[in-house]
């Protein structure tokens, strides 16, 4: 099973050739998106490169991970660049609701 994947604009497609894949990897740029919520937490959205579906359904080339915070290391992963954006967004969402500061004026 190949689980090789290159970008062709924002569209993933499979590599046969393991020389080819890793020179393309090399100096790809994979960033989707990235979010600062604060001073302690990201999200950050990129093209994986390799299928993390393991044989079970469409494959899976694009993760949203949070570094830091609450939701530290949670993470969704996605089949195209389209479900990658909005996964970003949802998970962006989330982080801002969970890591939010608690309003200290309670006058």
Same mark, same amino acid.
């Given at each position: 099973?190949?689980?090789? %994947?290159?970008?062709?604009?924002?569209?993933? =497609?499979?590599?046969?050739? #393991?020389?080819?894949? @890793?020179?393309? %990897?090399?100096? @790809?740029?994979?960033?989707?998106?990235?979010?600062?919520?604060?001073?302690?937490? !990201?999200?950050?959205?990129? &093209?994986?490169?390799? *299928?993390?579906? &393991? $044989?079970? $359904? *469409?494959? #899976? =080339? +694009? !993760?949203?991970?949070? +570094?830091?915070?609450? #939701?530290?290391? !949670?993470?969704?992963? %996605?089949?195209?660049?389209?479900? @990658?954006?909005? $996964?970003?967004?949802?998970? =962006?969402?989330?982080?801002?609701?969970?890591?939010?500061?608690? *309003?200290?004026?309670?006058?």
């Amino acid at each position: 099973m190949n689980d090789k %994947y290159t970008l062709e604009g924002q569209k993933p =497609v499979l590599c046969n050739d #393991l020389m080819k894949w @890793a020179k393309w %990897y090399e100096t @790809a740029d994979r960033v989707v998106a990235k979010t600062q919520i604060n001073d302690e937490v !990201e999200v950050s959205t990129v &093209f994986l490169g390799l *299928d993390h579906s &393991f $044989g079970k $359904g *469409d494959p #899976l =080339v +694009f !993760e949203t991970m949070i +570094f830091g915070g609450n #939701l530290d290391q !949670e993470q969704d992963r %996605y089949s195209t660049w389209e479900q @990658a954006e909005q $996964g970003h967004k949802h998970l =962006v969402e989330k982080a801002n609701t969970v890591n939010e500061t608690p *309003d200290q004026n309670t006058d």
